[in-house]
């Protein structure tokens, strides 16, 4: 199955998950504008992942953590792609946190879609993607973030969709819904991590993989 099918498909499953609010958002932007816009393709062999950054909790003053990430990519005569390694060591009260990001410039519309080739391996199943807008860094700003859970095992990469609704800003870790929603139109930073869970239902630790081809996007209205 193609990229192209790819997205058709997953178009249809992501609107039809919508709530009813974001459905008329949709609605009335349209038609897809475009047929993908490539984020990143780690099968290119003029791929360079040295400017990927690693954000892990052992970047805090107090009560450091001790967990780590990185980028990196696999490669041989016959294929290349992208490895997330992380590993989560959770501290007093169970919170750690593991990941990598990346600035980039990515004009999108209001209701567009991304999609994500990859397969998890190891012990942990719930990754996340991080966008930030407008050149905010710092803890200062919100991230938008949005969890989505991969499988581990299997012979096959496979496709994972979720649209810019799917995105909830937080500070500091915190659901803050008092903030600007996510300009979509002016996204500056693009991250992936591995968190403990501390406030899920979920809880992980432990060493994790995430293989990745790519990640793309499509424009709606």
């Not at 966008?131 to 938008?144: A, C, M, Q, V, W």
């Amino acid at each position: 199955m193609d990229c192209k099918l790819f997205l058709v498909i997953a178009s249809v499953v992501v609107l039809a998950s919508l709530d009813l609010k974001n459905q008329a958002a949709a609605r009335s932007c349209g038609n897809v504008r475009s047929e993908g816009i490539t984020v990143f393709n780690f099968t290119d062999v003029n791929t360079d992942v040295s400017d990927w950054v690693e954000v892990s909790d052992n970047v805090r003053t107090t009560i450091v953590g001790q967990s780590k990430a990185t980028l990196v990519l696999q490669k041989n005569s016959a294929f290349q792609r992208g490895i997330f390694f992380g590993l989560l060591n959770p501290q007093v009260g169970g919170a750690c946190f593991a990941g990598v990001r990346h600035p980039i410039k990515l004009e999108l519309a209001p209701a567009s879609l991304f999609t994500l080739l990859l397969r998890a391996q190891g012990a942990l199943t719930h990754f996340k993607v991080i966008l930030r807008h407008h050149g905010e860094l710092g803890s200062k700003f919100p991230t938008y973030e949005h969890t989505f859970e991969v499988p581990t095992g299997g012979d096959e990469l496979r496709p994972v969709f979720f649209s810019i609704f799917e995105f909830k800003p937080y500070t500091n870790g915190t659901l803050n819904m008092d903030v600007d929603p996510l300009d979509a139109s002016d996204i500056t930073d693009f991250g992936i991590q591995v968190a403990g869970g501390v406030n899920e239902d979920y809880k992980q630790s432990g060493p994790a993989t995430l293989e990745i081809d790519w990640i793309s996007a499509a424009n709606y209205c």
